[in-house]
T-cell receptor, first 113, second 111 residues
Framework: GAGVSQTPSNKVTEKGKYVELRCDPI?????LYWYRQSLGQGPEFLIY????????DSGLPNDRFFAVRPEGSVSTLKIQRTERGDSAVYLC???????????FGQGTRLTVV | GENVEQHPSTLSVQEGDSAVIKCTYS??????FPWYKQELGKRPQLIID?????GEKKDQRIAVTLNKTAKHFSLHITETQPEDSAVYFC??????????FGKGTRLSVIA
């Protein structure tokens, strides 16, 4: 596609439920990143993939958060037993390798009620 | 992990004046320093970046300067226009690590 695509754009879920957020990176980009942005804050790093493997998952806040990228393209961020504090905009970005410009998707606004 | 401090958190300037935003860091291995602009409700977009082998880069009204010795880099916007109003984020990486972002500066350009 022309840019990084994220679905859904908005997600409202009840506390305790499971959610999946999808990211479709720019074709050919090997690096894919997930960030979380709370209101008035900068993007906070969660996890990054180089190809199919998670090269760095040090930003995942706890074991309720998990992400996969099975074929080295589309990635899914999975959140179990959601909590109200998980409410934020989840941003995905991709780049050609890790030294190139990172292009962001429009984000998924997650609201846990 | 790496930390980047960004100042000021808010900045108001009159249209036509210049705006300067500064970021400081601690990891001397950092070698890539991009700046992103984020308009309300939209995705962050790269506006300019610099690598550690140069000290300054310009693109029309926007420039970035890097002082590796002092470990700080700054964004300079000249002849500001109302459409420059947005939140600006500095970021950095070592080139093989994910970007780490500052907390952002909300720039308001007053017509």
């Amino acid at each position: 596609g022309a840019g990084v695509s994220q679905t859904p754009s908005n997600k409202v879920t009840e506390k305790g439920k499971y959610v999946e957020l999808r990211c479709d990176p720019i074709s050919g980009h090997t690096a894919l990143y997930w960030y979380r942005q709370s209101l008035g804050q900068g993007p906070e790093f969660l996890i990054y993939f180089q190809g199919t493997g998670a090269a760095d998952d040090s930003g995942l806040p706890n074991d309720r958060f998990f992400a996969v990228r099975p074929e080295g393209s589309v990635s899914t961020l999975k959140i179990q037993r959601t909590e109200r504090g998980d409410s934020a905009v989840y941003l995905c970005a991709s780049s050609q390798g890790t030294a190139g410009e990172a292009f962001f998707g429009q984000g998924t606004r997650l609201t846990v009620v | 992990g790496e930390n980047v401090e960004q100042h000021p958190s808010t900045l108001s300037v009159q249209e036509g004046d210049s705006a300067v935003i500064k970021c400081t860091y601690s990891d001397s291995a950092s070698n890539y320093f991009p700046w992103y602009k984020q308009e309300l409700g939209k995705r962050p977009q790269l506006i300019i970046d610099i690598r550690s082998n140069v000290g300054e880069k310009k693109d029309q009204r926007i420039a970035v300067t890097l002082n590796k010795t002092a470990k700080h880099f700054s964004l300079h916007i000249t002849e500001t226009q109302p459409e420059d109003s947005a939140v600006y984020f500095c970021a950095l990486s070592r080139g093989n690590t994910p970007l780490v972002f500052g907390k952002g500066t909300r720039l308001s350009v007053i017509a």
